[in-house]
């Protein structure tokens, strides 16, 4: 089993930034992929930022140029850099990792808890 924890989520007026982290532990062989996602209320949860083994990064198109998705130095955290915060950014941010375990050598998904980022007017 992999355990994600995430933190650095909080209430932040509109315009600054936050810095969420997710490190993932337990049986893990390979890291594949690690991403944010996000979820307001009434809203369908969202992809926000990814980032493979080979270090490729994505982003949805509302936060290009905003939010900055990096591995750690130890490869099994992520971070998520988030600028220039907007109002619309409010929701649980969720940490998400595609994993390949020890045993059985196979790949599962895995989901953290959850993190509330809330961006005032």
């Known amino acids: 089993q992999v355990q994600l924890v995430e933190s650095g989520g909080g209430l932040v007026q509109a315009g600054g930034s936050l810095r969420l982290s997710c490190a993932a532990s337990g049986n893990i062989f390979r890291i594949n992929r690690m991403s944010w996602y996000r979820q307001a209320p009434g809203n369908q949860r969202e992809l926000v930022a990814m980032i493979t083994s080979g270090g490729s990064a994505n982003y949805v198109d509302s936060v290009k140029g905003r939010f900055t998705i990096s591995r750690g130095n130890a490869k099994n955290t992520v971070y998520l850099q988030m600028n220039s915060l907007k109002p619309e950014d409010t929701a649980v941010y969720y940490c998400?990792?595609?994993?390949?375990?020890?045993?059985?050598?196979?790949?599962?998904?895995?989901w953290g808890q959850g993190t509330q980022v809330t961006v005032s007017s």
């Open positions: 998400n990792t595609k994993a390949v375990l020890e045993w059985p050598n196979a790949e599962y998904e895995y």
